[in-house]
């Protein structure tokens, strides 16, 4: 994480984001669930800011957070900075037990290896036949989510228990895609009540919240931003 030459006063909090991103709404929503103030500050990923790519020189990608000017990257780091930068603001997002916290850690893990892997290359295979092995490893990334469900919450509303957590926020970054997926691949639902209930009853526990009202994008424009990169990732392969 390189220092940035601006991004705010001592102390001030500002998110670099896109609203389509899952990893930039799961820090909007741990900072909303943590009751901190922040900028939010909408990117251009198509003509991205010097501010930017100043911020994440490595990578250049959202989310950044800007915490009196100096920046923090990486979605998953940015939620674990909250709570040691902010001890005191809100409910810790990390459990304090330490098996607790690793078994979190993993199957955040998971969400971003898993399902976003799945989840990409089933809006963007280059043919029929990978978007529907990508769909089925979709399917089963979120099988196996739902049993974390079913063992982590020990039967309450969220993966943390009776108050949403880590994992609560890092899957909850998704749930704009997962409920627009009926759009953007022709009818194939991925939050499915009769496969997944619990993942099902749960996404609408979570996105009723105050922390997701408002960050968690409706399912139109999702799928509208889905067709766009579908355009872009087709008009590269014909041009290479």
Not at 19 to 45: I, Q
Not at 113 to 124: I, P, S
Request: with cysteine; glycine share 10%; aromatic share 8%.
């Amino acid at each position: 994480m390189a220092a940035a030459g601006a991004g705010g006063e001592d102390g001030q909090l500002k998110v670099l984001g896109a609203w389509p991103s899952p990893f930039v709404n799961r820090v909007r929503m741990a900072l909303h669930l943590k009751g901190l103030e922040y900028e939010n500050v909408e990117e251009d990923l198509a003509d991205k800011s010097e501010l930017l790519l100043a911020s994440n020189p490595v990578h250049k990608k959202v989310p950044v957070l800007l915490h009196g000017g100096k920046p923090v990257c990486e979605s998953l780091l940015i939620l674990e900075y909250l709570d040691d930068a902010f001890p005191g603001a809100g409910p810790a997002v990390l459990p304090a037990d330490p098996y607790d916290r690793a078994v979190a850690r993993f199957w955040a893990a998971y969400v971003d290896g898993k399902l976003h892997g799945a989840m990409v290359a089933a809006l963007l295979g280059a043919t029929e036949e990978a978007r529907a092995a990508a769909t089925a490893d979709a399917f089963a990334a979120l099988d196996a989510l739902e049993g974390a469900l079913a063992e982590r919450s020990g039967g309450k509303g969220f993966f943390a228990g009776d108050a949403p957590g880590y994992l609560d926020v890092a899957l909850g970054g998704f749930i704009g895609w997962l409920r627009a997926w009926d759009r953007i691949a022709g009818g194939i639902k991925l939050l499915d009540a009769g496969r997944v209930p619990l993942l099902d009853a749960w996404a609408e526990r979570f996105a009723a919240l105050d922390a997701a009202k408002g960050v968690i994008p409706d399912p139109e424009p999702i799928a509208e931003f889905a067709k766009v990169l579908q355009a872009r990732s087709a008009a590269a392969a014909a041009s290479s």
